[in-house]
């Protein structure tokens, strides 16, 4: 149980362009879910904690322009990539909180021309 | 703002030798704590968990790890490691008097084992 999927798990796209994550957990339902971004080589760091039914909660120094999150329903979780460059190249991993545990989908790599 | 420290960044060690990787954190309230690993090109697997209790915790493929409150540390061992170990693994706190029950995770500590 508890199992989080996260599709695309890679894609490449054009500077300038969009790119939508989605998180999805896929055997209970979480009101809470967080995104986290990886760089090659370090730790996760949380990007903003996406709650169900209302506004996401961004960490300091992340753009809440660039980065929209959407949690529309209990299983799904968002993430879109707004006007990508290369900078935003990064592994990108949701993660579904259930009771005081967090799950965890297997990432998105992100490469932007 | 609390944080997380992994004073070992990279650990080179030889088959069978024992493993200590060690974590810190600084926050005053309660915690769950966590070991993570991630193996190379895989995601994020818990090895293991402390709530509350016992605070000596066993996870899985024989690795254990000890809370001690007075020095807000929670370090990871392994009597004896295998090549299959290498990998990175990650400390992480969860703050329990917030509601939002975010992970602050250490820097991270790349472990390699040599056969």
């Known amino acids: 149980g508890a199992v989080v999927s996260q599709h695309p798990s890679w894609v490449i796209c054009k500077s300038g362009t969009s790119v939508k994550i989605e998180c999805r957990s896929l055997d209970f339902q979480a009101t809470t879910m967080f995104w986290y971004r990886q760089f090659p080589k370090q730790s996760l760091m949380l990007m903003a904690t996406?709650?169900?039914?209302?506004?996401?909660?961004?960490e300091q120094g992340v753009e809440k322009d660039k980065f929209l999150i959407n949690h529309a329903s209990l299983t799904l979780s968002t993430l879109t990539v707004t006007s990508a460059h290369p900078e935003d190249s990064s592994f990108y991993i949701c993660?579904?909180?259930?009771?005081?545990?967090?799950?965890f989908g297997p990432g998105t790599r992100l490469t932007v021309l | 703002a609390q944080s997380v420290s992994q004073h070992n960044h990279h650990v080179i060690l030889s088959e069978a030798a024992s493993l200590e990787l060690g974590c810190n954190y600084s926050y005053g309230g309660t915690v769950n704590l966590f070991w993570y690993v991630q193996y190379p090109g895989q995601h994020l697997q818990l090895l293991l968990k402390y709530f509350s209790g016992d605070p000596l915790v066993k996870g899985i493929k024989g690795f254990e790890a000890e809370f001690i409150k007075s020095k807000f540390s929670f370090n990871l061992r392994k009597p004896s490691v295998q090549w299959s170990d290498t990998a990175e693994y990650f400390c992480?706190?969860?703050?329990?008097?917030?509601?939002?029950?975010?992970?602050?995770f250490g820097s991270g500590t790349r472990l390699q084992v040599q056969p």
């Open positions: 993660s579904a909180r259930l009771v005081n545990e967090q799950f």
């Open positions: 992480a706190v969860m703050l329990m008097d917030t509601g939002r029950r975010a992970l602050t």
């Open positions: 996406s709650n169900e039914g209302s506004k996401a909660t961004y």
